[in-house]
T-cell receptor
Framework: GQQLNQSPQSMFIQEGEDVSMNCTSS?????WLWYKQDPGEGPVLLIA?????ELTSNGRLTAQFGITRKDSFLNISASIPSDVGIYFC???????????FGTGTRLKVLA | DAGVIQSPRHEVTEMGQEVTLRCKPI?????LFWYRQTMMRGLELLIY????????DSGMPEDRFSAKMPNASFSTLKIQPSEPRDSAVYFC???????????FGEGSRLTVL
């Protein structure tokens, strides 16, 4: 099925470092969602974005809806061990209620 | 508040058997989605419903898969007959209005031997 390109695929960082990841698509999206998934659990919604250029924060997390409407970014500041997991972006295009998911970024935090 | 509830959490079955996965969406949500997650293909949308009506089932792999939503609080995904390549985690998710936030259940991990 169709997927968004998400990068990087994986990251190993030191505790306290900042993290950046992004999603890109060849299609324009109206909504971007960012999720975190822990092993054996379902994806948990972190941030939702609805307008081009929108910048939204949730604690140490900040996400942006790209101006071109074809990309989105997620930043995590001052990472902690519990940030470990897989982060997914999801986009919803015009005229559809389908959400397409990115391939995921696996984050590992070294204490 | 109760989230999306899925059952069973784990299912191990033999090839050829019928499998039924169940989902209870969040009360008041009018959209329900079924996704499948595998290492190779990631999260794939199988089908979604609006007000209990199937809107897009283009992601359903083949005729062995079927999904129903008899009322606003219950949906099933059935595989008959099951095959080893159906082994995956199946997620149900629900949302309001179709253009907003989407909430996932804990998933049903299916293993077909």
């Amino acid at each position: 099925g169709q997927q968004l390109n998400q990068s990087p695929q994986s990251m190993f960082i030191q505790e306290g470092e900042d993290v950046s990841m992004n999603c890109t698509s060849s299609s324009i999206f109206n909504t971007w969602l960012w999720y975190k998934q822990d092993p054996g659990e379902g994806p948990v919604l972190l941030i939702a974005l609805y307008k081009a250029g929108e910048l939204t924060s949730n604690g140490r997390l900040t996400a942006q809806f790209g101006i071109t409407r074809k990309d989105s970014f997620l930043n995590i500041s001052a990472s902690i061990p519990s940030d470990v997991g897989i982060y997914f972006c999801a986009g919803q295009g015009r005229g559809t209620y389908k959400y397409i998911f990115g391939t995921g970024t696996r984050l590992k935090v070294l204490a | 508040d109760a989230g999306v509830i899925q059952s069973p959490r784990h299912e191990v079955t033999e090839m050829g058997q019928e499998v039924t996965l169940r989902c209870k969406p969040i009360s008041g949500h009018d959209y329900l989605f079924w996704y499948r997650q595998t290492m190779m293909r990631g999260l794939e949308l199988l089908i979604y419903f609006n007000n209990n009506v199937p809107i897009d089932d283009s992601g359903m792999p083949e005729d062995r898969f079927s999904a129903k939503m008899p009322n606003a609080s219950f949906s099933t995904l059935k595989i008959q007959p099951s095959e080893p390549r159906d082994s995956a985690v199946y997620f149900c998710a629900s949302g309001i209005g179709g253009g907003g936030e989407l909430f996932f259940g804990e998933g049903s991990r299916l293993t077909v031997l």
